[in-house]
């Protein structure tokens, strides 16, 4: 069972990914629900799998959904969202595809998703995988065995252009850390020629394509 700290973040490294100032925000495993204290004028709406957090979000006055996306979708009204927020969220969703395809009725014209994932093309996992062999699923972090799918920034694109979406912007927002100087001059040299390698989590933004998604 994850700690109570897990589902108390504010996440405001994820702020910068946010364009202007949301309305109704529509935040999907919204943990003890405090990301709505960066915006406390805003209608917030929370959605949380976790009937710990969930109470948690209750007893403190936040507007929450207690129960899974897919399973609780149809409680939450269509074109209303001016922003949507699913941070640590689409990796565990067991359909990410419809996921993406069904939220989108749920944002207004205009309207952005922000999203945080882990980058299983991080240098810790490529080392364990290509050097050590293994892959060993832990109790936290990218390789997190709640963790259903992985992601690159790439092919996270990729799936959320099929899904009808455009991703507007990407960007690293935490690190690898503990590296000695030697390994981190070699993962320099490295993304050189191979990209970021140490991106441990990376955010993005995204808003409704004018084109109709792809067929499946």
Sequence with gaps: MKSSAY?????TDMLRFIDHTPIRILDIGC???NFSLNFPKSEYIGVEPSIQAAHQSIARERNIIQGRY???ANQIPDEYFDLIVCNDVIEHMADPMAFLLDVKTKLKAGGKLIASLPNVRNIEVLYNLIVNKDFQYADAGILDYTHLHFFTP???SAMATKCGWNVEIYEPISFTKDIS???LLVIRILELFLGNLCT???GIRASIACEQPQNQ
């Design 7 to 11: 589902y108390s973040a504010t996440r």
């Design 31 to 33: 943990g003890a629900g």
């Design 70 to 72: 897919e399973d609780v």
């Design 154 to 156: 790439k092919s996270f």
């Design 181 to 183: 100087p030697i390994k």
């Design 200 to 202: 441990y989590q990376f």
